[in-house]
């Protein structure tokens, strides 16, 4: 589901998720709309911190897309090759919540805040950092997982398995959300959960059907069919790659903005790009 782009700060895009404003308008709808802006400083705070460990590591953030329970940041080359460092990344959000509940429950041992703003403050930061650490695609915890599992099983088996992780727990979310019903309780924002991690992991799943270093792999074999796949300039290299098809030779035609064929590129080309920039499009694969 795709992202709505906000605002643009030094280059950098600010977007958020369809099921963020959702969360918003129910929130708005039931008398929440405090708690949940509070809960957005809080989610933005959260993947500030993602990006703050990505600058110690030297990883240009491109882009920041805020989601319903926490967010992704995209950043240039980091890619499969280094998934130490997006594990380190993606400890980063759920470490900034335990300083902001740190930080104010020290607060209020010198200066007393208001109770019902330190038990929202503090109660939002544990259950963003808690949930986000739950093993299961795209969590902070699946990315930490993945990361942990890539050099054991290799990249494509790491993320299935952090994704099939996210959809076991959606279902089990949707479970709890239809026994809440049944008890007469009914949490809307149990569904969005589901849904959010539903949505995310079975994303992942298909795209992970294949991955660069597979498509490295392959490039030994002598004889191969031909897949041909079409492309605009702008289109992300690495959404180019996740549509090749395993065992063939993929051939991408770039299409400029009218529609009209400007160049025909090999994979070998488009992987070469890709390594040079996590985040580059199409385009970057036909300079020379």
């Not at 335990?98 to 038990?119: C, E, G, K, R, Y």
């Not at 795209?207 to 191969?224: D, H, I, Q, Y």
Request: aromatic share 8%.
């Amino acid at each position: 589901m795709k992202c709505w782009v906000i605002a643009r700060i030094r280059g950098c895009e600010l977007a958020i998720h369809p099921l963020f404003a959702a969360t918003l308008a129910v929130a708005a709808l039931t008398g929440f709309g405090s708690v949940f802006l509070l809960s957005f400083a809080v989610v933005l705070v959260h993947e500030l911190c993602h990006c703050a460990v990505a600058a110690a590591l030297r990883y240009e953030v491109r882009r920041i897309d805020l989601l319903p329970f926490g967010g992704v940041a995209q950043m240039e080359g980091l890619g499969e090759g280094k998934p130490m460092d997006e594990g380190l990344i993606a400890m980063g959000g759920p470490a900034g919540n335990v300083l902001l509940m740190t930080f104010a429950l020290s607060v209020n041992h010198f200066w007393p805040l208001p109770s019902d703003f330190l038990q929202l403050f503090v109660g939002v930061n544990f259950m963003m950092a808690g949930l986000n650490l739950l093993p299961a695609w795209p969590l902070d915890g699946g990315r930490i997982l993945r990361a942990l599992l890539m050099k054991r099983c290799g990249p494509r088996r790491a993320v299935r398995v952090c994704a099939v992780c996210g959809m076991v727990l959606s279902g089990l979310l949707c479970a709890y959300g239809v026994w809440g019903m049944a008890a007469g309780v009914c949490n809307v924002s149990v569904f969005l959960v589901a849904a959010f991690l539903a949505i995310g992991a079975g994303d992942a799943y298909r795209k992970a059907a294949f991955t660069l270093g597979e498509v490295a792999k392959g490039t030994r074999r002598e004889t191969r069919s031909v897949n041909h796949l079409a492309a605009r300039q702008d289109a992300p290299l690495r959404e180019v790659v996740a549509s090749f098809v395993p065992g063939m030779y993929n051939m991408v035609s770039v299409l400029d903005e009218s529609g009209q064929e400007v160049a025909l590129v090999g994979q070998d080309a488009l992987l070469s790009a890709l390594s040079r920039g996590g985040q580059a499009t199409l385009r970057a694969s036909q300079k020379r």
